[in-house]
């Protein structure tokens, strides 16, 4: 692997490739000394120019389960403040040997400008509205792990469709590992011929979750709305919520996924998010695992 930019461009042979080698990746977060050789002597530079909790500390938690140094840069205390160019600092970065950049950046499309100019693999660790491939290949292992087979399970995406970088990555990643996926929202929150992606716009609850095998609830972006897309938070949540009344119109053994970080009360209560079908620790366990899955492949190949 050449870094890692994006679902839409990945064959399911090399998802595949990812998730297997994640496998193999969970049973070292399983010991009680957590660190295996692997990467020894490598450095993983973590550029978080936008806010993050669980992909920043899981890909530092990472690199250092396989002995990797890790460094983390944000925007806040770099030289960015003194005008520096992205293209510029990440010269520089690579100019220290790093051996793989990882970068989160609130514009799409920051990775691959990074990646056509640096020597190292770049990932992308979420870029404005544009991919976040990593959670995608999470949120597939998780469903794997959980159900088996993707082909031919019923995925529902509720939420912020427009402007969420999980649920255009999670598209492409279930449609290609055969699932059918549906997306809902408000129309305001709909692109205009997302069918195109091969998946089924939904405007209600009723019509996305029937027969769901799969309920990925989606935060509101609000750090990239411009202007309200629905009259309140409250009829929100009264319409495109995940309650214990709306979990029931999907399978009963139906699972809930959510990328984080939640909103309580508002896409998802606090019953659905704490009982059995929620997965979303679990997501995040398997984050740790699956980005050591990309650590290694993307370094690997450069050994
Ligand atoms: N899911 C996700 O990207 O969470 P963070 O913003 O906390 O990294």
Known sequence: MRGLLGIQDLPRTEIERILDTAEAMVEISQREIKR???????????????????????????????????????????SLSKAETLADMGQNLAAMNADVLVVRDRTAGVPKMLADRLPMP????????????????????????????????????VGDISHSRVARS???AFTKMGAEVRVAGPPTMLPAGIDVLGVKACFSMEEALDGADVIIMLRIQRERLEQALFPS??????????????????????IVLHPGPINRGVEISGEVADAEPSRILDQVTNGVAVRMAVLYLVTGEQA
Do not use: M, W
């Open 36 to 78: 295996v050789p692997t990467l020894r002597g490598r450095t993983v530079i973590n550029l978080f120019l936008e806010p993050s909790t669980r992909t920043r500390v899981s890909f530092e938690i990472a690199a250092k389960r396989l002995s990797a140094d890790a460094i983390n840069v944000s925007s806040s205390g770099s």
């Open 122 to 157: 770049v990932i992308n660790a979420g870029d404005g509205c544009h991919e976040h491939p990593t959670q995608a290949l999470l949120d597939v292992f998780t469903v794997r792990q959980s159900l088996g087979t993707l082909d031919s399970r019923v995925v529902a995406i």
């Open 170 to 172: 999670d598209i492409h």
């Open 233 to 254: 938070v409250r009829e929100y949540s009264l319409t495109f919520g995940l309650n214990l009344r709306t979990l029931a119109l999907a399978k009963p053994d139906a």
